[in-house]
């Protein structure tokens, strides 16, 4: 099995007469929609995201960062802050959270 690198930096060039895919283009919703599943790969392999490491990745704000783990909150996700400034997916057990 192959590793996966997921620290790789996006890339911002460009490719001489062919237009930016949408993904990258920083202004659309799939460029939203790859921060999304990256953090989300990240949390599910239970690894701890700091906020240098995401905007070393994609290059963005960290208002878009505390959005963006807003936003995977609301769709379930137990994500909690540490006092070093890394978050990190929870797991709870069923039984504990129906009690």
Partial sequence: MTAARFDAPASTSRHAGFPLPPYVRRDGVAFKIVRLIWLTARFARREQVTIADYRRRFGVSVRSFHR???LL???GFY???DLQGG???LSFLADADCA
């Fill in 68 to 70: 963006d783990v807003a």
């Fill in 73 to 75: 909150r609301q769709a």
């Fill in 79 to 81: 994500i909690d802050a």
């Fill in 87 to 89: 978050y990190r997916m």
